[in-house]
């Protein structure tokens, strides 16, 4: 396998996901679940994040930053 970029997305448009949650040593942290569906078909890569919110399947956008090839 080999690296071809990086991709980047603003998390702000979860923050209706956020729960919540106490940890193992009593303290409280905020969890958000997520996925990243990339599409590799056409001619170039896409991707788009997942979340579920309220129970509804929500979607936000990543953008691809190709690797430079030298």
Do not use: C
């Amino acid at each position: 396998m080999r690296h071809i970029g990086t991709l980047k997305a603003d998390l702000s448009g979860l923050k209706g996901a956020l729960r919540e949650e106490t940890g193992s040593t009593g303290k409280s942290f905020y969890r958000v679940d997520y996925q990243v569906a990339i599409n590799l078909g056409g001619t170039q890569l896409q991707a788009k994040l997942q979340w579920k919110e309220n129970g509804i399947l929500r979607e936000g956008p990543v953008e691809f930053i190709p690797d430079v090839m030298e």
